[in-house]
């Protein structure tokens, strides 16, 4: 990394691992580097305390690191983590006050997954998962049934409603084949580039 190009710091883009979400822009200097690649927490150069700051510290809302991306000119660093909590100080999941439903699905797949680990007794999602793959796909099968049905008439809401039926099931279906989103979308991906 070019610590030189800025006086001694990098700028530092955090970004939700899960739901690729920007959660917040820090700097690090290159002890604050070395120290986030050695603890797997993201720790900064806190320009007003005049010293290291590990995000969490005082919270326990810790960002644990999965990926890290410098630029094209190696003088800033993408951040990919795993949150513990909420990353603003105001209790906001992102300093941007940018909270939205866009990239929820990733979310929602890691609450079902969540849902199968623990074997949640009382959870819908490990019920289904549990009673094999022949039930969560029959499940898929009839929320698409109803989703046509839903799409011959002229209320959107219950269409929309049945896509998300359709979708989370699907996840429980995705969760027994041992297959992810990401795998989806990076065949999407794939076929498009072929197109080209």
Known sequence: MDFEKHMGLIPVVI??????????????????????????????????????WTKGETSG?????????PDCDSDSLLIRVDPAGPVCHTGNTSCFSNDSSRGFLYR????????????????????????????A???????????????????????????ADLLYHLLILFRAKGISVRDVEDCLASRHSASR
């Open 137 to 163: 796909a029959q499940k898929v099968g009839e929320e698409a049934v109803e989703l046509i049905i839903e799409a011959k008439d002229n209320n959107n809401e219950l269409f929309i409603n049945e896509a």
């Open 108 to 135: 929602l797949e890691k609450i079902v997954g969540d849902r199968i680990d623990e074997d949640a007794k009382d959870s819908y999602t490990n019920r289904i998962f549990r009673e094999g793959i022949n039930k």
């Open 61 to 69: 809302n810790f960002l644990y690191v999965k990926e890290m991306h």
């Open 15 to 52: 970004q939700d691992n899960t739901t690729l979400q920007v959660l917040m822009v820090g700097f690090m200097n290159e002890e604050a580097l070395a120290r986030t690649l050695n603890e797997g927490k993201v720790t900064f150069f806190s320009r007003s305390k005049k010293r290291l």
